[in-house]
């Protein structure tokens, strides 16, 4: 299985991110879902400095998680582990974008 690099967009910021073949729809799925979360909280208009709003952002959907995990919902925990996990790179590309061209 190979992995592709992939254009994504955060508020405004353009970034480059690995993604396994076939994953894809499942990346933009995450994209979409941290976009959102995102622009919630940059429209509540207390924060403005897009990493301190990624960082917000990865606080409330992990609380979410974790919420969901003691509710027991039927939620497909890997599916959503995985979402986690992409957006959680993708933060980490927001806070610092020059260290995946580092990593190449």
């Given at each position: 299985?190979?992995?592709q690099?992939?254009?994504?967009?955060?508020?405004?910021?353009?970034?480059?991110?690995?993604?396994?073949?076939?994953?894809?729809?499942?990346?933009?799925?995450?994209?979409?879902?941290?976009?959102?979360?995102?622009?919630?909280?940059?429209?509540?208009?207390?924060?403005?400095?897009?990493?301190k709003?990624?960082?917000?952002?990865?606080?409330?959907?992990?609380?979410?998680?974790?919420?969901?995990?003691?509710?027991?919902?039927?939620?497909?925990?890997?599916?959503?582990?995985?979402?986690?996990?992409?957006?959680?790179?993708?933060?980490?590309?927001v806070?610092?974008?020059?260290?995946?061209?580092?990593?190449?």
């Amino acid at each position: 299985m190979g992995i592709q690099q992939v254009e994504i967009n955060l508020l405004g910021q353009r970034l480059y991110v690995s993604c396994p073949d076939g994953e894809k729809p499942a990346l933009m799925e995450a994209v979409r879902f941290l976009e959102t979360r995102m622009r919630s909280i940059r429209e509540a208009g207390r924060v403005v400095d897009v990493g301190k709003i990624a960082l917000l952002a990865a606080l409330n959907i992990t609380h979410d998680y974790l919420h969901t995990q003691v509710a027991g919902s039927d939620v497909d925990l890997l599916q959503f582990q995985g979402k986690i996990e992409a957006m959680s790179r993708l933060i980490d590309e927001v806070l610092d974008p020059d260290a995946d061209e580092a990593h190449d």
